[in-house]
Structure formats: structure tokens, C-alpha cells
């Protein structure tokens, strides 16, 4: 069964600082991983995601994040932070089906609450 | 391009009572998902649909939701009856193919059951 921890309900940085969200995940077969963000009163959108190419994926909004297999980890990035990524964000795992190129049921964290500070 | 619409935006109800809610996926979109958000947790799946066909159920509590993809098309979730537990925030979303690899998702419907 696939699983997702995200450490830290709410992250609070200054604006122009290192933002890092934590995602550790659980998956029994080579994993899929995304990272979704909710802006207030909007529907979740896509950040990135990885597939199994390039460990290291780059996002919309100056987002990246990195598969760690030995870590089991999908930890979220942006070297500097803005006033407008205030948001909740989501980290989701999907176990491939065997023979098929679907990402199957995606598993999703219980959010990380991002605050920028002027 | 017009995205996932969901209605309504809020529903307040007593249990026992029913309720239903509605979604337009985007248009030329196969593939539909009603997912469930209680409040401090991730959103979890309760049925996916390929077209007019269910493809995932497995966690849809069927004694009391239902939910219904008549055309292809639209789509409706209806719960009955509702119970305290069942407060929540309920996401549509859809995706262009059943991969999966990119979900757009509605603003979702919020509903508190008293």
C-alpha cells in the first residue's frame, strides 16, 4: 500500500528565503510523485512531477523537488520565496500499473500550510 | 479554456438529511474524479470514472453515496443520509487521459452537516 507523510502542518519563511517542504512516501513498486498547490478558495493545481525520468523535476513558479530513492523522499524547493506562494501544498504518490502506463490512485499528504513573511 | 465547475459552492444541512452535488469536467475530458477533503487531511479518492464507466469505487461508502456519470459528461455525488462525519470539502476533477499524470481540479463544494 502507498503512503505519503509530509512533516510539518505549517511552514512559515520570510520573503526572498529558502522554502523547503518535506514529503517521505511509502510505495511497495517504483513510485510516482507529485506536488499539487492550493492557492484560498481555488481548486488544487499541478506543480510538478516525476515519472521516472530526471531525478530532479522543475516546476511552474521557480519550484523543484528531488526523488531520493534511498530516502524515500520528494522534498519541495524554491530558493527564494514570495508574497504570492502563500498556499497549501500537497504531495501525492501513484504506484504504476504493471503493464500499463497508468499512474493508478494517487495518495495524497494532509497539506503543508506555507506562510511568507514581508 | 473554462475549468472544472462544481455547485454548489457551499451546502449546510442537518443528518439524516440528502444532498447533491454537481460537476462539469472540462470539456473533451475522459476521465473524472470525486475526491473527499476533511479539514487538516488530503483530499481522498471516492470514485474515478473512464467516460460513463467506473474504473475505482473501492472507497466510496456505497451504503449511503452514490454517485452517477450519465453521457460522459457532467456528473453528480449524492450522499444519503448524511451523517456528522460526512462534513467536508468535496473535490471534482478531470483529466484529459486515465494516466493520470495531470488532474485539473474544480473549487470544490463545501458541506457541513449539523
Known amino acids: 500500500a502507498q503512503s505519503v507523510t509530509q512533516l510539518g502542518s505549517h511552514v512559515s519563511v520570510s520573503e526572498g528565503a529558502l522554502v523547503l517542504l518535506r514529503c517521505n512516501y511509502s510505495?511497495?513498486?517504483?513510485?510516482?510523485l507529485f506536488w499539487y498547490v492550493q492557492y484560498p478558495n481555488q481548486g488544487l493545481q499541478l506543480l510538478l512531477k516525476y515519472t521516472s525520468a530526471a531525478t530532479l523535476v522543475k516546476g511552474i513558479n521557480g519550484f523543484e523537488a528531488e526523488f531520493k530513492k534511498s530516502e524515500t523522499s520528494f522534498h519541495l524547493t524554491k530558493p527564494s520565496a514570495h508574497m504570492s506562494d502563500a498556499a497549501e501544498y500537497f504531495c501525492a504518490v501513484s504506484e504504476s500499473i504493471a503493464g500499463g502506463t497508468s499512474y493508478g490512485k494517487l495518495t495524497f499528504g494532509q497539506g503543508t500550510i506555507l506562510t511568507v513573511h514581508p | 479554456e473554462a475549468g472544472v465547475a462544481q455547485s454548489p459552492r457551499y451546502k449546510i444541512i442537518e443528518k439524516r438529511q440528502s444532498v447533491a452535488f454537481w460537476c462539469n469536467p472540462i470539456?473533451?475530458?475522459?476521465?473524472l474524479y470525486w475526491y473527499q477533503q476533511i479539514l487538516g487531511q488530503g483530499p481522498k479518492l471516492l470514485i474515478q470514472?473512464?467516460?460513463?464507466?467506473?474504473?475505482?469505487d473501492s472507497q466510496l461508502p456505497k451504503d449511503r453515496f452514490s454517485a452517477e456519470r450519465l453521457k460522459g459528461v457532467d456528473s453528480t455525488l449524492k450522499i444519503q443520509p448524511a451523517k456528522l462525519e460526512d462534513s467536508a470539502v468535496y473535490l471534482c476533477a478531470s483529466s484529459l487521459d486515465p494516466s493520470g499524470a495531470k488532474l485539473f481540479f474544480g473549487s470544490g463544494t463545501q458541506l457541513s452537516v449539523l
Open positions: 470514472f473512464q467516460n460513463n464507466g467506473v474504473v475505482d
Open positions: 510505495s511497495s513498486v517504483p513510485p510516482y
Open positions: 470539456s473533451g475530458h475522459a476521465t
